[in-house]
């Protein structure tokens, strides 16, 4: 059974920063690319950042760039995501994803709020 959970979320500040985990079971990690995504309230789910599976070649949406960063452990399969400067826009939920024949997995989401 292929499971996702993330972890990680909280209150941060404007211009604070977070780190969210996405543990992964039931899967050969390491064969799959992951991503992290946002829900905004009254927003539809968008791409933040992805990783591919040697953790070599990483995306990311323009408004993050240089701020945040994707990494993975492929020995603990895990998948983070280190937010640094933090906007109040950047509330949300946030998912980790991946794909597997065709088929996507997503987990429950972690809550992020950044306010002034």
């Known amino acids: 059974q292929v499971q996702l959970v993330e972890s990680g979320g909280g209150l941060a500040q404007t211009g604070g920063s977070l780190t969210l985990s996405c543990a992964v079971s039931?899967?050969?990690?390491?064969?799959?690319?992951m991503g992290w995504y946002r829900q905004a309230p009254g927003k539809q789910r968008e791409l933040v950042a992805s990783?591919?599976?040697?953790?070599?070649?990483?995306d990311y949406a323009d408004p993050v760039k240089g701020r945040f960063t994707i990494s993975r452990d492929n020995d603990k399969n895990f998948v983070y995501l280190q937010m640094n400067s933090l906007k109040s826009e950047e509330t949300g939920v946030y998912y980790c994803?991946?794909?597997?024949?065709?088929?996507?997995?997503w987990g429950q989401g972690t809550q992020v709020t950044v306010s002034s």
């Open positions: 994803k991946t794909r597997i024949l065709g088929r996507e997995y």
């Open positions: 039931g899967i050969a990690f390491r064969l799959y690319s």
């Open positions: 990783i591919n599976t040697s953790g070599t070649d990483t």
